[in-house]
């Protein structure tokens, strides 16, 4: 059977081609689950002029895209224990990064191109499976092409797995495996273009687990132990899921059900027609596994639960019905698992997707990187003052639509040089100031990017003053400028139990001025509309968009009262900020 790529497969292959004409920096190319990324790679591999290698993490992957090739009538090597081959001979070869990471002294010759299949998966880490096998390559080409194909690329506890995106803007930093994404199809394209199947996703009308009190590692991983507690009080639950499932499951061809435990598992499959249902573990070995998957695809079975081992490298295109009953932090994760019901199938309209677990992820614009936090936070553009690049953050819109608030730090954009040079652009909405240099850096840094100065934690300013007999904590609600003579202003701060303190400053002193501008000129309209104030009476005119420090530090003077020795402004931390209900 010979296959013929679609126009974005097509249009992929030649951003890859002209890309790495240009550059030896190692690319990513984004496309949803049942895309076709493994003609894409088919396609790579057969206009290569010299030996390539592409990567995948499962034996059934491997297999998918060294078939793919192979009906274009071409000839590949494959190289996975799964499979039971171990071979280099040919011009393109097909791997298993477990198996080939264990044999590296195989890898003598020279490699112009790597492909790695689900690329999200490397973290950029040299000891890594990944690493080992991309440093045994680069041993024999320093200039080895590296590609990654991916449906979701990002990564718990990393982030975006690329640093630039061709579209203008950042996403990931200098320490993302991949420097840019080349090329990208959103899912939504796909779905209405007729490519995928859409996604029927139903909120469930009965009682869903509630994983919320659960604590979760940096990946955004449940422990078995404290899902198994939570499940085992919820057995009516279980029961009442599955009865609707099966009463769901009555017009549908294909059911998938993803199971947060193997006890959880066992218990599904408990309520669950015998005759029609198959469990698949870690454990279970493989001939059974092929053989459950095998009577899967042949639809000698229609419900097929699992726990985390159908996420990728799965094709069973006629699932047309996803029943999710695990938690995740990942949204990877889970646009991974219903991504196992879109690819299209006949006499197969939609794929109802219901999420027992409340998950809540959003299929077409998933949340990643900042969090969302209030739940009334929603997408608000904000232009940089520095390059004019639209970011899109989490903020909140008055009733007009305009922006009143914003939780953005630093601009997305992309500044190129005539050598094609990418940085991105160093305006900040939110910053940290270097009481060494001066330089602002972003309000997590622990160490100045400018000087290297180690920069105080706030947090230890706040306990260190609050230790202090001679001190005096505001937790800043809000400002008032009044204009005190000629361009002498006072600034009172309130606290949100009453108190206050003030600060002076003379804008007819230069320094006092550009102090004043570093800390709120900066701020205006929360970097958005930065401006410099010369006279008193432009601060008093623009009183309403000064942006007032989170915290105020006070220390005791015998000649002048409380006066201010420091303000936080931009605070990440510990400490409860003002009119916050809790911290």
Known sequence: MTYTLRPYQIEAVERTVLHFRKSDEPAVIVLPTGAGKSLVIAELARIAKQKILVLAHVKELVEQNSQKYKSFGLEASIFSAGLKEKSLNHQVTFASVQSLSRNLDKLSEHYSLLIIDECHRVNGDKKSQYGKVINALKAHNPALKVLGLTATPYRMGMGWIYQYHYHGFVRGNNDSPFSSCIYELPLRYMIKHNYLTPPNEVDAAISHYDFSALSTNAFGQYSNEDMNALLKGNTRATQ????????????????????????????????????????????????????????????????????????????????????????????????????????????????????????????????????????????????????????????????????????????????????????????????????????????????????????????????????????????????????????????????????????????????????????????????????????????????????????????????????????????????????????
């Open 240 to 583: 009442a899921i599955l009865q609707q499932v099966i009463q769901y499951s009555d017009t549908r061809q294909g059911v998938m059900i993803f199971a947060a435990t193997v006890m959880h598992a066992q218990e599904i499959m408990s309520y669950l027609p015998r005759e029609q249902s198959a469990l698949i573990t870690g454990d279970t070995v493989n001939r059974e596994r092929d053989k459950i998957i095998q009577q899967f695809k042949a639809k000698q079975l229609k419900y097929l639960v699992n726990i985390s081992v159908l996420t990728t490298g799965f094709d069973a295109p006629h699932v047309d019905f996803i029943a999710i009953l695990r938690p995740t932090e990942s949204v990877s994760l889970y646009q991974q698992i219903v991504g196992r019901g879109l690819r299209l199938a006949d006499n197969k309209h939609d794929c109802l997707v219901i999420d027992y677990a409340g998950n809540g992820f959003n299929l077409f614009h998933p949340e990643v990187g900042d969090k969302k936090g209030d739940s009334d936070n929603e997408p608000v553009q904000v232009l940089c003052p520095g390059c004019g690049f639209a970011n899109i953050f989490w903020g909140k819109t008055d009733a007009a639509g305009k922006v009143i608030e914003h939780f953005g730090r630093r601009c997305k954009g992309v500044l190129e040089d005539d050598a094609g040079h990418k940085v991105q652009c160093d305006y900040r909405f939110r910053f940290k100031e270097c009481e060494q240099c001066g330089a602002q850096n972003d309000i997590a840094a622990r160490k100045c990017h400018e000087c290297s100065a180690v920069m105080a934690d706030p947090d230890d300013k706040l306990r260190n003053a609050l230790n202090l007999k001679d001190a005096l904590v505001l937790r800043c609600s809000g400002l008032r400028v009044t204009q005190i003579k000629n361009e002498m202003i006072k600034i009172t701060y309130f606290d949100e139990d009453g108190a206050s303190c003030d600060e002076v400053y003379n804008l007819a002193n230069s320094a006092a001025q550009y102090i004043f501008n570093q800390q709120f000129g900066k701020r205006v309209g929360q970097g958005q509309a930065p401006q410099y104030f010369k006279t008193a009476t432009q601060v008093l005119s623009a009183e309403l968009d000064l942006v007032a420090p989170d915290f105020v530090i006070a220390r005791k003077s015998k000649k002048y009262g409380w006066k201010v020795a420091d303000k936080l402004f931009d605070y990440k931390g510990s400490f409860r900020k003002a009119n916050q209900l809790y911290r």
